[in-house]
């Protein structure tokens, strides 16, 4: 029985040490060799080999031997365990062949050691096989002075020197000068240097000289690498399957045209394009380098539609201002060969509902050049206020630069009910919007920013009711302290210009107060007031801070103080504190706050829930 299991222990060994070594080689192995049928012949018996020692490598593994380690750090020690064969050993191993890995030893250990920039290794070495028991073997390792990267020389001929991505790859290399060398840092180099290449399109790139010159004496090492990039590769004939999109629409998704130089990287974006594009069920994108024709590499587009016209989204949430909900949704993302898209949105509760009709159609580039035609209806309703909204508008939006900029018209129809007093509001708005902002992910951003400006008017000249401008802020910011730890900070400032602010309905009055504004009150409960009703201000500010903790994944707490006013001509603040916890569950950041009202003794704690991202 103990001489089975020494032959198992023996396959099962060489299995691990042996299978890291033709795995590799078969990927040398020519697969368009003349004789192919020997060499497919040979593969398979090599696979089938391959399979049976992995198969004795997983049977339940015996009792590990005792190999020490002393006088390396932690790094060294993993480093040479990984090299070392004896390691593979289990008690039951034969003595022979113990024996044998310890003669190897010197060879391994001083080998790991050299990967990590150790050429003057000194072992002392010592191997004890009981009649009874494991065998143990103890190794002292005194690894000397590291090796130094005191000369690093990179030749790139031109073009490919001139190529920005390859300067940075230049300075990298540059960074290893007067630094401990090692084998893994050096062929990163290499690698990053020769992926770099050929994304750029130079697909002859190759190395005409790479070597490590190491005087073990002296401890340096000079690493000499000699890249030959070639010509680059072009852009070649773009080949598109599937035509029921307009081919316009499809061009401006491809961010290259035929001739230009190759960049892997335009290739990337033109994937993500047509994935976020929401037009097609499934695209594929294939440059094939092997079917260059005189350097230039055709792109072959394969898009197939989606499998359904119209999406439905039904859905129930629940918001303090808002109260409980549901929700409706309905689109068409392709209604036609143009482009044009359709949707319906729906929104029932206690305090806001609104129906939505969108109609979409893309202007010059659809990624991001839209003309959209909405009509919508809406009930607005808090405990100061009533409103039932009629609206007809038209908007362009485009992207300027960095920033995205939405020019609307707007003609609204309002009935209200504010403080005991009834009116009626028919106004034609015109405006714009901008908006940017930057996030590092979009789960739980650590680090980003978000800009929102809205300026808008009515004139009676145009058909409205009355005369005003007003002017929105907003802003909100994410610093990172930690990994675990954020700070959020948002401000909104808005401002009215208006002779006769009566005239202005509820939707064009400035509130605070509620979850996104200042938590410890109660929605749009702040701001100027009328026979004992808020009837709302001409000017808004409010601020906020937050520091927040992950303590789990998914899972934070947070403290805040709010602050700010709705009013007229002189502010005053109102202030709330609290704490709360989030979930950034699959469908978004879930947020739940208990907060206290500083400037309202009489008011206890309030509950606030909201859903939605932090930029």
Known sequence: MDRTWSIIARFRTRALRWAQVPTAAILLIPMSDPSGARVNRSLLKLLAKLMLLYSLAALPSLVAADV?????SDRQALNIKVFLGLSDLECNAPPWLVRWQFRQADSEIAGALEALGYYGAQIVKELTLPTDGCWRAHFQITPGEPVIVRQVDVVIDAP????STIATQLLQAQALQDTQFNHAAYEALKGGLLGTAQAL?????????????????????????????GPRYTFGNIEIVGDFLERRLIDAYIPFHTGEPFDVSLVAKLRRNLADSGYFGRTSVVADSDAAVDRAVPIRIDLLRRARDWTYMFGIGYATDTGARLRADADNSLLNRRGHRASVRSVLSPERSSLDLQYRIPHRNPLDDWITFDAGLAHLESDTSTSDIKRLGVRHTYLQGEWIQTDFADLTHEDFEIADQYGKSRLVLLGSTFSRFRRDQPTRPTEGYRVDATLRGAAQVLGSDTDFVQLRLGGRVIVGLSQNVRTIARTTAGWTWKDNFSDLPPSIRFFAGGDSSIRGYAFESIGPEQDGGVVGGSRLLTGSLELDYQFRPNWSVAAFVDSGSAYDNTPQFFTGVGAGIRWFSPLGPIRIDVAHPLDDAASQWRLHVTIGPDL
């Open 68 to 72: 020490v380690l002393d006088g390396v």
């Open 201 to 229: 399109g130079y697909f002859d790139a190759a190395f005409v000289i790479s070597e490590v010159k190491v005087d073990a004496v002296a401890h340096r090492a000079t690493l000499h690498l000699d890249l030959v990039g």
């Open 160 to 163: 490919l020197r001139s190529e």
